[in-house]
């Protein structure tokens, strides 16, 4: 098993990691002022207050990542679909509320989503198949995020690791994040399709 973050033990984050992206990047998909963002350590930044959002940004070999604690907006449809433009992008969060989300998007399109642990809630496809790999490693004494934690590891070949969430980051805040917009619905982001057929455009990736 890979070391991850100890986000297996967090009630509320907001993971993305996208291909062929730079941290100066996501920073501005999400909204951020990228004058303003810093290279700072987890203990050196200021905390979220309000409606804000912290962003700690980095890279992972040509991957580059976005998390969040507090009110996060990373699964929002708006960040989702600018993150994924001619890319690929994976999303994993856990709300406040007990939901946990798995979500791989290719170039503003849903290819696979599930809730980590409940195998019934698969939707999609893609060559990658994350929820069965997921899903297999959860039985191995893997809690749900964890399992999700280690299939990412593998498909973007770095670890997830506590040193590099914890170690400077590319960190910027979000003052006040426009959800309204963020939260309309892009028709690609949308499971229109029972979760038992697969996505002809997934068996093609």
């Not at 503003?108 to 069965?132: D, I, K, T, V």
Request: aromatic share 8%; glycine share 6%; charged share 20%.
């Amino acid at each position: 098993m890979l070391e991850s973050w100890n986000l297996e033990k967090s009630q509320n984050f907001c993971l993305t990691l996208s291909a062929a992206r730079s941290a100066e990047e996501v920073i501005e998909i999400y909204g951020a002022d990228l004058s303003a963002a810093r290279w700072l350590a987890s203990k050196d930044c200021d905390t979220a207050t309000g409606e804000s959002t912290l962003l700690r940004t980095g890279s992972l070999g040509s991957w580059a990542f976005c998390i969040e604690f507090e009110n996060p907006i990373g699964f929002l449809d708006g960040v989702i679909c600018n993150l994924s433009t001619n890319t690929e992008t994976i999303i994993l969060y856990h709300t406040a509320k007990a939901l946990k989300v798995f979500q791989y998007v290719v170039n503003g399109q849903l290819m696979e989503s599930f809730e980590p642990g409940y195998p019934p809630s698969a939707w999609g496809w893609s060559n990658h198949e994350f929820s069965r790999k997921a899903h297999e490693l959860i039985p191995s004494s893997l809690n749900a995020v964890a399992a999700c934690l280690d299939v990412i590891s593998e498909h973007v070949g770095q670890p997830l690791t506590a040193d590099l969430l914890t170690g400077p980051l590319l960190s910027a805040v979000v003052d006040t994040p426009d959800r309204p917009a963020l939260e309309r619905k892009v028709p690609g982001l949308r499971m229109t399709t029972p979760p038992e057929i697969r996505s002809m455009l997934g068996r093609r990736l």
